[in-house]
């Protein structure tokens, strides 16, 4: 299943959220789907899905939870060899929920 950010069920998803932090989120996690997919190691399999932004109370919190436990320790895989780009893109996410 490929991520459905750009759908128009997601689209209403978010703005019935209608959260900053949420939408920055969302903003860098499709950036982030752009590098993954262009990464020639990786590529359009390994995207990050929308799931991980679905249901419960996404508050600011939660969001920093779903970044830390859930997609850096999949970006530390994806590029398990390459410490400064997970770094770089596990900053910029970080950096979406300060």
Same mark, same amino acid.
């Given at each position: ?15 019935? %959220?209608?959260?900053?932090? &949420? ?8 950036? *982030?789907?752009? =590098? !993954?997919?262009? +990464? ?7 995207? %990050?899905?929308?799931?991980? &932004? ?8 939660? *969001?920093?939870? =779903? !970044?830390?436990? +859930? ?28």
């Amino acid at each position: 299943m490929k991520p459905a950010f750009n759908t128009e069920g997601f689209k209403k998803y978010q703005q019935k %959220i209608n959260n900053d932090v &949420f939408n920055k989120v969302i903003d860098g996690v499709i950036k *982030l789907n752009d =590098i !993954i997919r262009k +990464d020639a190691s990786l590529g359009e399999g390994f995207c %990050i899905g929308h799931s991980y &932004f679905c249901g419960g109370d996404l508050t600011t919190e939660r *969001l920093k939870a =779903i !970044i830390e436990y +859930d997609i850096k320790p999949m970006l530390r895989e994806y590029w398990f060899d390459n410490d400064e780009k997970y770094l770089e893109e596990s900053r910029e996410l970080t950096r979406l929920v300060e």
